[in-house]
């Protein structure tokens, strides 16, 4: 295992401001977190990952937006090229595109800036790329702009020529290091920044249901949520607040935390039913977790364990709301809680307009795997209530 020297990461300040480092295991080097970290923390990654050159991959939308990025790669000895046109749901065509431009340009780490396409993207190209050099392990920093947690995982979803979402999974895929600067997020859209905040609740609540997630885990998403709760109408109402911009970040990084040996296990039936209504059909993630989560955790009242619903009550105390009296009672406000705080943020949606009705038996079946699914009926149901 490699030693992190932390003292090479820490700085001085006397500041209050939400700041410092974490460091893990040999895949995942360190996150460096607070304002304007990224200045100092890219190049200090960047020498101790031994890398040599860099492809800065980031989205279409970013891409006029992400120059103080560039600028500091190019500050160093290392900037190669960048590629700014990864599309929605990382289509392989564009992560094919920017595979020759790395290959081209002798580049052998990414920089991935932005939301879970450019960081998706990354890990798909690096799957590939270390396939075809036999096993040889390239590498990313991820410097995230939204609140998805795509940062935090093994696995890297994308979309083939069909649109269909594909998957692949590897321990060498995590990134190898994280810089959460929250100043650089003050340009992400409202709407992307506040619906993958709704990304990350969905992640911290199935969590709490998610086969072999351990309790300590369990006990950070719940702080997660609480959070997330907090601090999203915060942001919505001080958009310009660095520091609540921060605390999000933090929020997100405990709703997906990442482990070593990861239980690749599926979250939920409101993120299944997210991948099937995303790619297919141009939703963005975090509306689709808009739509979904609260309608999911109803029906988690209904079916779930009683482990599981044991678990989704306990958010009512984090939330500083009352007790109903029962289990049961307290995951169906736990919805109710949702639906709110998603109408609150202005983003209340649903699917009339973007799904064909015709096309619920399909989404369902898609998402469980197959019609003969016991959840399957029940999916039908909450899909048809979601118009």
């Known amino acids: 295992m490699s030693i992190v020297n932390y003292a090479e990461f820490s700085e001085s300040s006397t500041s209050t401001e939400l700041q410092g480092f974490y460091g893990w295991t040999d895949t995942l080097q360190g996150v460096q977190y607070g304002p304007g970290s990224v200045s100092t923390a890219l190049p200090k990654f960047f020498k101790r990952l031994g890398a040599s050159k860099a492809l800065v991959l980031t989205g279409k939308s970013l891409y006029e937006k992400a120059s103080k990025v560039e600028d500091i790669l190019k500050s160093i000895d290392g900037y190669g090229a960048t590629f700014w046109e990864i599309g929605q749901h990382s289509p392989i065509a564009d992560i094919k595109a920017a595979t020759k431009v790395f290959t081209d340009t002798g580049c052998d780490i990414i920089v991935s800036v932005g939301g879970g396409s450019p960081i998706d993207a990354a890990k798909a190209l690096l799957y590939y790329l270390q396939q075809e050099r036999g096993g040889k392990t390239l590498l990313q920093i991820a410097i995230p702009t939204t609140l998805s947690a795509a940062e935090y995982t093994v696995g890297a979803g994308y979309t083939d020529d069909n649109g269909n979402k594909v998957a692949v999974s590897s321990q060498d895929l995590a990134p190898s290091a994280i810089i959460l600067d929250a100043e650089l997020t003050l340009s992400t859209p409202e709407r992307l920044w506040l619906s993958t905040g709704i990304r990350a609740l969905d992640h911290a609540v199935e969590n709490l249901y998610r086969p072999l997630v351990v309790p300590p885990l369990k006990a950070l998403c719940l702080s997660a949520l609480a959070d ?51 790619s297919t059909y141009s939703i963005p993630h975090g509306i689709t977790s808009c739509i979904t989560l609260s309608a999911v955790v109803e029906l988690m009242a209904e079916i779930g364990t009683q482990e599981d619903k044991e678990y989704l009550a306990q958010a009512l105390f984090f939330l500083h709301k009352p007790s109903t009296g029962t289990v049961e009672g307290d995951v169906k406000a736990l919805s109710v809680y949702i639906k709110d705080l998603v109408k609150g943020l202005g983003l209340e949606e649903n699917l009339a307009g973007k799904v064909p009705k015709e096309d619920i038996p399909t989404i369902a079946k898609n998402a469980l795997g197959s019609d003969t699914h016991p959840t399957f009926p029940h999916a039908v149901k909450l899909l048809e209530s979601l118009y």
């Open 228 to 278: 997330l709760f907090r601090y999203l109408p915060e942001s919505k109402a001080n958009p310009q607040s660095v520091e609540v911009r921060q605390k999000l970040q933090i929020a997100s990084w405990k709703s997906l935390w990442p482990a070593k040996r990861e239980a690749y296990s599926a979250l939920g039936l409101s993120h299944a039913l997210g991948h099937k209504l995303g």
